[in-house]
C-alpha cells in the first residue's frame, strides 16, 4: 500500500459535505458498528510500507491509539488534526514520502474489538480508514489494556522497504493512559491475528523486537483517566525510557509526532521545530516544547546512570 498524495483540498471537502449533511467522520462506529471493519481486522495480514516510482523512499509512521474509557475522544482529535500532520511532514520536508498507518487498541480480555489495524497510506485513504474504527469506549477498569497485542503485530506482522533497503526504522506512536498486560497470551493471537507462538511471550521480549525495527514511542497525555499518575510513566518509562512523552494536551498530538519525526530523521533541531509550529500558525508549540525537553532530560539522566568506560586514549567516556 502507500500509493497517492495527500491532498488538504480533498480533506476539506470531504470536511464540508459532512457538516452540510450532518454525517460523522466516524460514521461506521457511530452507526452502532461492534465488529471489526473488514479494512481493518488484524486476522492473517501481514501490513507493508513499500517504495514505488512515486515514492522512491518511503518513511513508514504507525499511530496506534487507546480507544477504550476516557481515550476514545483520541481518534476524533487525530482525524481533525490530519492536515497539520501531513502539513508538517510533506511542506517541512520532515520525512521522505510518509505512509501513515493508523490502529486502535481495545482490552482482548472483554472487548468485542480489541485491535484494529489500517495499512499504510500516503493520500487521503489514511482518513477513511480513521473513519472506520470502533469507537468501542470499552475496557476492563483494571488500569490495563492490551498495548502488548499491537506492539506483538507492529513486532511479527509489519513489513517495510525502510528497514529492509535502508537498514533505518519506521516510527511507531503509542497514545494511551494505562499499563500493558505483562505477556502477549498466545490464545489472543491465535483468536485475534491468527497464528503466533506456541507459548505466552514476555513484553520486555516484545517490546525489545519492535523497537529493533520501530523507533517506538508512548505518548500519555493530559485528560485521560491516568494521566499525571506516576505509576504509569514509570511503567512507560522503563519499557522505552525517554520515549515515553507526557503531553499538557491532547490538541498537540500531531504536533509532537510530527516533531519527533523531524528530529529523528534530523530535518530540524527542536528550536527549528517550535519555530515552524508558529508560523502555522499552532498553539501546540508550548506543550511540545516541554515533551521533547522533558526527552532531552530523562536521556540525560539515563546517560548519567551509565557505566563509564576509558577511551582509547586513557580518558573516561560515557557509552
Known amino acids: 500500500m502507500g500509493s497517492g498524495m495527500w491532498s488538504t483540498d ?7 459535505y459532512r457538516r452540510a449533511t450532518g454525517t460523522s467522520a466516524f460514521s461506521y462506529s457511530d452507526s452502532g458498528a461492534r465488529v471489526v471493519h473488514p479494512a481493518l481486522d488484524p486476522r492473517g495480514v501481514v501490513r507493508e510500507s513499500r ?45 521522505r514520502d510518509p505512509q501513515i498507518m493508523f490502529g486502535a487498541i481495545g482490552d482482548a480480555t472483554c472487548d468485542r474489538v480489541p485491535l484494529q489495524v489500517g495499512q499504510f497510506e500516503s493520500d487521503n485513504r489514511m482518513d477513511d480508514d480513521l473513519g472506520r474504527f470502533v469507537l468501542e469506549g470499552g ?14 503485530f507492529m ?7 525502510h528497514w529492509e ?7 511507531l ?27 505466552d511471550v514476555p513484553l520486555r521480549q516484545i517490546v ?13 497525555p493530559a485528560g485521560s483517566h491516568y494521566s499525571g499518575n506516576r505509576r504509569m510513566l514509570d511503567f512507560w518509562r522503563g519499557l522505552l525510557g525517554q520515549n515515553a512523552l507526557e503531553l499538557d494536551d491532547l490538541d498537540a498530538v500531531c504536533e509532537t509526532i510530527a ?47 551509565l557505566p563509564a568506560t576509558r577511551s582509547a586514549g586513557g580518558g573516561v567516556v560515557r557509552l
Not at 475496557?139 to 506492539?151: I, K, P, T, V
Not at 513486532?155 to 522497504?161: G, I, N, P, S, Y
Not at 530523521?265 to 516544547?289: F, N, P
Request: proline letters at 4%.
Open 10 to 16: 480533498v480533506y476539506d471537502a470531504a470536511d464540508r
Open 165 to 171: 533497503k535502508r537498514g533505518r526504522r519506521g516510527y
Open 173 to 199: 506512536f503509542i497514545i494511551g493512559d494505562e499499563l500493558a498486560y505483562p505477556r502477549v497470551k498466545a490464545a489472543e493471537v491465535a483468536r485475534l491475528i491468527g497464528g503466533g507462538p506456541r507459548e
Open 208 to 220: 525489545d523486537e519492535v523497537t529493533r525495527h520501530w523507533d517506538t514511542y508512548h505518548l500519555l
Open 51 to 95: 517504495d514505488s516510482d512515486e515514492h522512491p523512499r518511503s518513511t513508514p509512521v504507525a499511530v496506534l491509539f487507546d480507544v477504550t474509557g476516557s481515550m476514545g475522544y483520541v481518534p476524533r482529535t487525530l482525524q481533525a488534526k490530519l492536515p497539520q500532520l501531513l502539513g508538517l511532514l510533506l511542506r517541512q520536508g520532515y520525512a
Open 259 to 305: 516533531l519527533a519525526i523531524g528530529l529523528g530523521e534530523e530535518a530540524i533541531d527542536l528550536d527549528a521545530g517550535l519555530r515552524d509550529l508558529e508560523q502555522a500558525g499552532s498553539t501546540a508549540a508550548g506543550t511540545v516544547s516541554k515533551a521533547l525537553d522533558r526527552r532531552d532530560e530523562v536521556r540525560q539522566a539515563e546517560v548519567t546512570k
Open 139 to 152: 475496557g476492563g477498569g483494571q488500569m490495563r489494556e492490551s498495548y502488548e497485542l499491537a506492539l506483538y
Open 155 to 161: 513486532a511479527r506482522h509489519t513489513v517495510t522497504d
